[in-house]
């Protein structure tokens, strides 16, 4: 396995779980809040707490979901090709 399979693997996963990341984001806000996420949060209508909270939660949730799906597509090529990627290993 060399680069170019690398970053399909890492960018298809990390993409596959920013959508699905969003998606699970949008629904549970809409869930615990009654109402959809705000659109812009640079938007000055949009009130501070209601700007903060979604930045807060959406940016925590999609970035941990983006690190599980890179980790784990790092694993299986380590697994199938016996070594991590390249651009994952160490320089010393």
């Known amino acids: 396995m060399g680069k ?3 970053k399909v ?6 993409e596959f779980a920013d959508v699905a990341a969003r998606k699970l984001v949008t629904t549970a806000w809409k869930v615990a ?3 959809r996420p705000p659109g ?3 938007d000055p209508r949009v009130s ?21 799906a ?3 597509a790092a694993a299986y090529y380590t ?12 320089v010393s």
Request: glycine share 16%; charged share 15%.
């Open 40 to 42: 812009h949060i640079s």
């Open 48 to 68: 501070w707490p209601r700007a903060i909270g979604w930045a807060a939660g959406s940016g925590a949730i999609v970035g941990v979901a983006r690190l599980l």
């Open 79 to 90: 697994k199938s090709a016996g070594h991590p990627p390249e651009a994952l290993q160490e």
């Open 4 to 6: 170019l399979v690398w």
């Open 70 to 72: 890179t980790r784990k």
């Open 33 to 35: 809040a009654g109402k």
């Open 9 to 14: 693997m890492g960018t298809g996963a990390t």
